[in-house]
């Protein structure tokens, strides 16, 4: 495969590493595209890197646009004067729609995908939609690149990536907050700080192992946990004077809306 990748920061690098990673594509056939100068030797090592997008980017048989939205509009004409017709372009980009990059480009051939932070480590979830129906060879390329950061869902609809936002894109730091949050109350509680954090992290992580091998709902699982009158109904029955599933489902609904937002406004 022929790849290039403009823009090189946690995400596009990330894309990077897993490409190489699992021999998707061979160095000299990675380009690699980096404003900052300093980090031109470190990205060296996984492709050829360059400063701007160059003439034989028009020889790569996929595009990934890993720029910050806000960027895109001063990078794209001179990305649109390379696009070669079969090329797929495929974007990263928060908020920008896949007609916003068609117009932008004078390209049909676009995939809009909406990673998350995991990706960085190869354990993320990638959703993907596209402006028109890809060939065999075009979806094949990018459910390999995509699932090579973990995993990747096709969507029929691009606006299903506003509540895809708002769910995996966001939802690592959902996660994040939760753990920080039960951490805090342990040591709050008198356990020792590296004491609540190896409890909390275990127990997410062995909670998640759980959840997969067996063939149980959330709801089962949780009802396996609680006792009549033991600790676990007592936590619940605070999150539920709380309102903490809806108070989380208000919160999702935010991002959702907020990430719709963000797309029309482009």
Avoid: W
């Avoid at 928060?94 to 049909?108: K, P, V, W």
């Amino acid at each position: 495969m022929k790849i290039g990748i403009i823009g090189c920061g946690n995400m596009g690098t990330a894309f990077a590493r897993s490409f190489r990673k699992y021999g998707l594509v061979d160095h000299a056939d990675l380009h690699l595209v980096a404003r900052n100068p300093d980090r031109h030797a470190a990205l060296g090592r996984l492709g050829i890197v360059s400063g701007s997008i160059e003439a034989h980017f028009s020889t790569k048989e996929i595009l990934i646009i890993a720029v910050k939205p806000q960027d895109f509009a001063a990078m794209a004409p001179e990305l649109a004067k390379v696009l070669r017709p079969e090329q797929v372009v495929l974007s990263i980009m928060a908020g920008r729609t896949l007609e916003d990059i068609r117009r932008s480009l004078g390209h049909a051939t676009i995939v809009r995908a909406m990673p998350n932070a995991p990706a960085q480590i190869g354990l993320g979830i990638t959703a993907y939609a596209t402006a028109t129906e890809l060939n065999m060879h075009q979806t094949l390329m990018v459910e390999q690149l995509l699932n090579s950061t973990g995993r990747a869902i096709h969507l029929a609809d691009e606006s299903l990536l506003d509540p895809v936002t708002a769910l995996s894109g966001s939802g690592p730091a959902y996660f994040f907050h939760i753990v920080r949050t039960m951490i805090d109350s342990g040591i709050a509680l008198g356990l020792a700080p590296h004491v609540a954090h190896a409890l909390v992290k275990q127990t997410m992580l062995g909670s998640y192992h759980l959840m997969e091998q067996v063939d149980e709902t959330p709801e089962q699982l949780i009802r396996a946990v609680m006792s009549k009158g033991g600790t676990t109904e007592a936590a619940f029955r605070v999150f539920a004077q709380e309102d903490l599933s809806g108070t989380l489902q208000r919160a999702i609904n935010a991002a959702s809306q907020r990430a719709g937002e963000l797309s029309s406004d482009r």
